[in-house]
């Protein structure tokens, strides 16, 4: 399959640092830097640009680190370039946590590990979005109830307090979701409490992503998706250094106990993650 073509907008520090991260996995057709310096600075390993109508080709996605995203989207778009082509990459937390991914899923590709690709926890697709990316050819499956947090995983020491767990009990929509995905045709919705909502599931997996807060349904998905990943295989859990929702450390520490388990942790990501060998 051919690397799809990334531009880069921003080629400080944290840019270059991206192209070297997500190199293995997509062609970098070079950056885009508006100011001169920085310009000058990048070297010879990317051709560099003032701007976006100086790039000669056609580039697949343009990621961006700039800190007026929002502002850099509404430009862009003004060009016609379409708005799922633009990434946000600018927050160093989500920044981390795709970065973290990225790497995983390169692994995954370099060690041609077999299976499918899960998240426990959507949400708003907004990290289902990049797995998609990074895995088209893969089944996605998407596990959430997309009505927010169920009662039978709610109790008071779930949150630090109760106001954040009200706050983050969001609702969603499954349709919205799936308009984000850049394959949609490679994703399931697999919609309700889990794990009832598995409903006879049978695949194996090479990558899963649980970010759903809360003690039970964390523990839930590891004791379901870790049997059942393949050797080579990751299942990154998000939150765990969480001041938020402090359980989510909690039974990522209790299943890996029980079954004699190691992970490993990514403080700036706030990322657990299982490897399967």
Do not use: W
Not at 32 to 58: H, M, N, Q, T, W
Not at 91 to 114: S, T
Not at 251 to 276: I, W
């Amino acid at each position: 399959m051919n690397k799809r073509k990334i531009l880069i907008h921003g080629a400080d520090t944290r840019g270059q640092k991206l192209a070297k991260r997500i190199d293995a996995m997509f062609e970098i057709a070079g950056f885009i830097e508006r100011d001169c310096s920085i310009r000058k600075a990048v070297g010879d390993a990317f051709p560099c640009y003032g701007d976006l109508k100086e790039y000669p080709g056609e580039a697949d996605f343009i990621f961006s680190i700039v800190e007026d995203f929002n502002g850099l989207q509404r430009e862009y778009m003004k060009r016609g370039i379409p708005f799922d082509k633009i990434l946000d990459f600018r927050h160093v937390h989500q920044y981390e946590k795709h970065i973290l991914h990225q790497c995983l899923a390169n692994e995954i590709l370099r060690r041609n590990v077999p299976g499918a690709v899960a998240e426990l926890g959507v949400d708003f697709g907004d990290t289902a979005k990049y797995l998609n990316l990074y895995f088209p050819d893969r089944p996605l499956y998407l596990f959430d109830t997309f009505s927010g947090f169920d009662k039978r995983d709610m109790d008071a020491s779930q949150a630090r307090t109760a106001d954040l767990l009200e706050y983050y009990n969001v609702r969603s929509n499954a349709e919205h979701v799936l308009e984000k995905m850049f394959y949609p045709e490679s994703c399931i919705i697999k919609e309700g409490y889990f794990p009832e909502s598995l409903e006879g599931l049978e695949d194996r997996f090479a990558f899963v992503h649980i970010d759903c807060d809360l003690y039970k349904p964390i523990t839930a998905g590891l004791e379901y998706f870790y049997p059942r990943l393949n050797r080579g295989g990751f299942i990154a859990v998000h939150d765990y250094y969480s001041l938020s929702f402090p359980q989510a450390k909690e039974a990522v520490r209790d299943f890996a106990d029980k079954y004699h388990l190691t992970f490993v942790t990514d403080f700036f990501s706030e990322t657990a993650v299982f490897c399967k060998e």
